[in-house]
């Protein structure tokens, strides 16, 4: 997945928003809250940064390919960083991505999940 490809797709997911921060990263946000992070690439392979579940973390955290993200794992945060493709395809990205979509639009209010359609 390049960045145009990310972009294009969390672009498609229901009330987001595109920003470029944090030295250039393509950080996208659901209601003004982050769920997905892309950039700093050493290679081909984008790295991206999305939230997942406690049991998703447990597992993914030691697949090849994978790792917990910096900065936000190492404050507690159950966030992944895909830098490769080595266990993760493109296509498992997305799922993953959708993952994090909704796992940060459960946690706005409820008030504003009704607002935007999230329930």
Known sequence: MNIEEYN????????????????????????GKVFAVGGWNDGETLNVTFKVSDLAF???????????????????MKWIQRTDTTSMDDEALQDYLRESHRIVSSGLPKKKRAELGLD
Do not use: M, N
Request: aromatic share 10%.
């Open 8 to 31: 294009s797709f969390c672009a498609s997911l229901p009330h987001t928003s595109h920003v470029v921060q944090w030295g250039g990263a393509h950080v996208w946000k659901v209601a």
């Open 58 to 76: 447990d597992i993914l955290k030691e697949q090849p390919g994978l790792r917990p993200a910096p900065y936000l794992a190492s404050r507690g």
